[in-house]
């Protein structure tokens, strides 16, 4: 089979590729670094329910794709162009995202919910956008790769599926912050949207 290859869409799964290796990286390296963190105060176990699901939506992202190398949906040359550059943009700016909110967190970062003991409510970098930035980049991750890659139906599923897991994790990471800074949270709560401005 021959691929016919339009060169915006082209650039743009190139991008984006290159944005998922520096994903990678990003958190190869923070893994290395981090230093030992303080035992656990407490633990959420229901927020691993939402990383299985978001797992899930990054599956379907990646499974139900399309013929590579062309735009997601027939468009004009313009639309097809501007999809194109807000992919890259998408996939860049969700990356330096994460890497910023990561080096924020420091050692209270983890994958699953927890409190440290001595843990910090933090409220600055990126947690002045959002309360879960990590989610909101990997929710941007997960758009520009369907617009690179997927099928539409593949990408409706999967921002679906991906969004159920993170509510779940939110939720979940969100219980324990309220049980262990009360009213500070609150306040936090209500001046910042959880993970999408002006959605949730």
């Not at 969100?174 to 949270?185: D, I, N, S, T």
């Amino acid at each position: 089979m021959i691929l016919h290859l339009e060169f915006w869409p082209t650039v743009a799964f190139g991008v984006v590729m290159a944005s998922w290796f520096a994903f990678a990286v990003v958190f190869l390296v923070f893994l290395r670094k981090k230093p030992p963190s303080a035992p656990d105060s407490k633990r959420e176990r229901t927020s691993i329910v939402g990383i299985a699901l978001q797992g899930a939506g990054y599956a379907v992202v990646w499974a139900v794709h399309r013929q590579p190398f062309t735009p997601i949906a027939p468009m004009g040359k313009l639309f097809e162009i501007a999809v194109a550059l807000a992919t890259m943009v998408l996939a860049i700016g969700s990356v330096w995202f994460i890497s910023a909110a990561v080096r924020t967190l420091g050692k209270q970062w983890s994958l699953a919910a927890r409190v440290l003991e001595g843990h910090n409510l933090i409220t600055t970098g990126p947690y002045d956008v959002v309360r879960n930035p990590i989610y909101a980049g990997m929710f941007g991750m997960l758009l520009a790769t369907g617009l690179a890659i997927s099928h539409w139906i593949g990408l409706v599923i999967a921002v679906i599926v991906f969004a159920i897991g993170t509510v779940v994790r939110v939720r979940s990471e969100e219980k324990l912050l309220r049980e262990a800074f009360g009213v500070e949270f609150e306040a936090y709560a209500r001046k910042v949207p959880a993970v999408v401005p002006l959605l949730f």
